[in-house]
């Protein structure tokens, strides 16, 4: 399956206006991106079924809603066994204070961004489930002290 799809200029505007503010009509994307509102509609069905577009969220302030501890973590696995890390894996998906989770190439097996009340939910996560899990060998947390960047919007 190819991975990309070719799109052109109108595509291409209409893709950053829709990372800019999803709620837009499409009168009002029409006009932002000099196409007819017919023609963005036919282009946001194309790009969805493309799998381009996914899911339409709106994004929460994680400080006004309590969670504005952001911790990287970093995990070494014991076993690279692939049962043993589909289970891990799994353990991931069902934690809610896991945001993003990357399996990686180098020294350690994931990186993941840990999203939580305070220091004390992080210490509770951390030790009560993380490294509980049978397959966790090894962590290293790093706090975030500021958000300097912070975007969902892909350069298209």
């Known amino acids: 399956m190819k991975e990309s799809i070719d799109l052109d200029d109108v595509d291409r505007r209409l893709l950053r206006a829709l ?3 999803a709620s837009l009509s499409h009168a009002a994307l029409a006009e932002k991106i000099g196409a007819s509102p017919a023609s963005c509609w ?3 069905r ?3 079924q493309a799998q381009i577009l996914r899911a339409s969220v709106r ?4 400080l006004r809603v309590g969670r504005g501890v952001s911790v990287m973590l970093q995990v070494r696995l014991k076993s690279h066994e692939m049962a043993l890390r589909q289970a891990f894996e799994a353990f991931l998906q ?8 990357h399996s990686m190439s180098g020294e350690w097996d994931y990186l993941m961004r840990i999203v939580v009340a305070d220091v004390a939910g992080y210490e509770r996560f951390l030790m ?3 490294l509980n899990h049978p397959n966790v060998a090894s962590s290293a ?3 975030a002290l500021n958000q300097v960047k912070y975007t969902t919007a892909l350069p298209v």
């Open 46 to 48: 194309a790009l969805e």
């Open 94 to 101: 069902s934690r809610s204070e896991i945001m993003e989770c």
């Open 59 to 62: 994004l929460v302030d994680p």
């Open 19 to 21: 990372q800019e503010d």
């Open 42 to 44: 036919r282009r946001i």
């Open 128 to 130: 009560r489930e993380l």
């Open 141 to 143: 947390s790093h706090f």
